[in-house]
C-alpha cells in the first residue's frame, strides 16, 4: 500500500546537546509507514537552508518519495527546541521558521495535488500543519485519512472539529491536556462529525479507542528509553498501518482481536522508536 504524510516538517534542536534531528508530525508518519514495510511519500514545503536540506537528505536515504516535494528557496525551516531528561524529551519552544525575510509557511492544496493524491491507500495530517482549511479538498479521495489533533484545547474546539472530521477517518488526540470527561466529550463530538475511529493516547497509561460504537483499551510495551521523540506518532502510524491491511477502510469491519493485534504491533514498533536518537536518527551539530 501507500502512504504519505502531508504538511508540517521540522528540526528539533536538542539544546543541551547541540544536535539537531529532522522531525515533524507529517514527516515522522512518512518515514514510520517506511519502517513498517509500507510505500512512503511526504509533500510538503521543504525549505532550501541547511535545516531543510537536513530533512530532505534523510527521507530520501530512508527511501522516502520526494517527487513532489522539492526544496524550495525563500522559506525557512521551523526548528523546535528541547531537552532530554533521562531519555524523556521536553520541548522548550520553536521559533517557526522566522528568520530575517524568510518565514515558514503552510502548504496550501492545488488542483495538481488532488491527482498526486489519488495514487496512496492513506493521506496523514495534523493541527500542527496548520492546514485545516485545506482537509476538505480530501473529500473525495477514496483514501483513508487521519489526522493528528495532538494535545491543545486550541485544536479540539467546535469550530476546529467542524472544519476536519467530516473528512477524516481516524482521529488521534493526546490525553496530555485531558481529563476522561474531556475524552468522552472530544471522541462523540468526532463521531458525531463522522469521523470513524477515535485514538486516545495517554503516555505510559496506554490508549482507548471507539470504534463501531464500542470502547477497547490498548496497550504500552514498557522499555528505558533513550528518546521519547517520535513515541506517539510511531504509535500511531504502526496502528494505522495495522488496521488499514487488516481491512479498515476496505469495506471490512475489524474484530476485537484484530484491533488488539493491531494494538501489539503499535506498542512493539514505538518501544524500538525510544530506543533512537531524535525521532528517526539522523543527528547533525548545529
Same mark, same amino acid.
Given at each position: 500500500?501507500?502512504?504519505?504524510?502531508?504538511?508540517? +516538517?521540522?528540526?528539533?534542536? &536538542?539544546?543541551?546537546?547541540?544536535?539537531?534531528?529532522?522531525?515533524? +508530525?507529517? =514527516?515522522?508518519?512518512?518515514?514510520?509507514?517506511?519502517?513498517?514495510?509500507?510505500?512512503?511519500? &511526504? /509533500?510538503? @514545503?521543504?525549505?532550501?537552508?541547511?535545516?531543510?536540506?537536513?530533512?530532505?537528505?534523510? @527521507?530520501?536515504?530512508?527511501?522516502?518519495? @520526494?517527487?513532489?516535494?522539492?526544496?524550495?528557496?525563500?522559506?525557512?525551516?521551523?526548528?523546535?527546541?528541547?531537552?532530554?531528561?533521562?531519555?524523556?524529551?521536553?520541548?522548550?519552544?520553536?521559533?517557526?521558521?522566522?528568520?530575517?525575510?524568510?518565514?515558514?509557511?503552510?502548504?496550501?492544496?492545488?488542483?495538481?495535488?488532488?491527482?498526486?493524491?489519488? +495514487?496512496?491507500?492513506?493521506?496523514?495530517?495534523?493541527? &500542527?500543519?496548520?492546514?485545516?482549511?485545506?482537509?476538505?479538498?480530501?473529500?473525495?479521495?477514496?483514501?483513508?485519512?487521519?489526522?493528528?489533533?495532538?494535545?491543545?484545547?486550541?485544536?479540539?474546539?467546535?469550530?476546529?472539529?467542524?472544519?476536519?472530521?467530516?473528512?477524516?477517518?481516524?482521529? /488521534?488526540?493526546?490525553?496530555?491536556?485531558?481529563?476522561?470527561?474531556?475524552?468522552?466529550? =472530544?471522541?462523540?463530538?468526532?463521531?458525531?462529525?463522522?469521523?470513524?475511529?477515535?485514538?486516545?493516547?495517554?503516555?505510559?497509561?496506554?490508549?482507548?479507542?471507539?470504534?463501531?460504537?464500542?470502547?477497547?483499551?490498548?496497550?504500552?510495551?514498557?522499555?528505558?528509553?533513550?528518546?521519547?521523540?517520535?513515541?506517539?506518532?510511531?504509535?500511531?502510524?504502526?496502528?494505522?498501518?495495522?488496521? =488499514?491491511?487488516?481491512?479498515?477502510?476496505?469495506?471490512?469491519?475489524?474484530?476485537?482481536?484484530?484491533?488488539?493485534?493491531?494494538?501489539? &504491533?503499535?506498542?512493539?514498533?514505538?518501544?524500538?522508536?525510544?530506543? =533512537?536518537?531524535?525521532?528517526?536518527?539522523?543527528?547533525?551539530?548545529?
Amino acid at each position: 500500500m501507500k502512504f504519505i504524510g502531508i504538511g508540517d +516538517n521540522v528540526v528539533d534542536r &536538542y539544546i543541551n546537546k547541540r544536535i539537531m534531528f529532522p522531525g515533524g +508530525n507529517a =514527516v515522522n508518519f512518512a518515514v514510520y509507514a517506511k519502517q513498517c514495510g509500507e510505500d512512503a511519500a &511526504y /509533500l510538503g @514545503l521543504i525549505a532550501d537552508d541547511k535545516e531543510g536540506r537536513l530533512v530532505h537528505e534523510s @527521507l530520501r536515504k530512508l527511501g522516502v518519495d @520526494l517527487s513532489a516535494s522539492p526544496l524550495r528557496e525563500k522559506l525557512a525551516t521551523e526548528r523546535c527546541d528541547v531537552t532530554l531528561e533521562e531519555g524523556d524529551r521536553v520541548f522548550v519552544g520553536c521559533d517557526y521558521g522566522k528568520r530575517g525575510e524568510f518565514a515558514w509557511k503552510p502548504l496550501t492544496l492545488t488542483e495538481a495535488h488532488i491527482p498526486y493524491l489519488r +495514487n496512496f491507500d492513506v493521506i496523514h495530517c495534523g493541527c &500542527y500543519a496548520a492546514m485545516e482549511d485545506e482537509i476538505s479538498k480530501l473529500k473525495e479521495l477514496a483514501a483513508v485519512k487521519t489526522y493528528d489533533f495532538s494535545s491543545e484545547e486550541e485544536y479540539r474546539t467546535d469550530a476546529y472539529l467542524q472544519k476536519v472530521c467530516p473528512y477524516i477517518d481516524i482521529a /488521534l488526540f493526546s490525553a496530555a491536556e485531558m481529563d476522561d470527561r474531556q475524552q468522552q466529550a =472530544v471522541r462523540e463530538k468526532a463521531a458525531s462529525l463522522g469521523t470513524k475511529m477515535v485514538l486516545v493516547t495517554d503516555g505510559i497509561k496506554g490508549q482507548k479507542l471507539w470504534y463501531d460504537g464500542k470502547e477497547y483499551q490498548g496497550m504500552v510495551k514498557k522499555v528505558e528509553p533513550v528518546d521519547t521523540m517520535g513515541a506517539g506518532d510511531s504509535f500511531f502510524t504502526a496502528f494505522v498501518v495495522a488496521v =488499514v491491511r487488516a481491512g479498515f477502510g476496505r469495506g471490512k469491519a475489524l474484530t476485537a482481536e484484530k484491533i488488539q493485534a493491531a494494538f501489539a &504491533y503499535a506498542a512493539d514498533f514505538s518501544a524500538k522508536t525510544c530506543q =533512537v536518537e531524535g525521532a528517526f536518527g539522523f543527528g547533525t551539530q548545529y
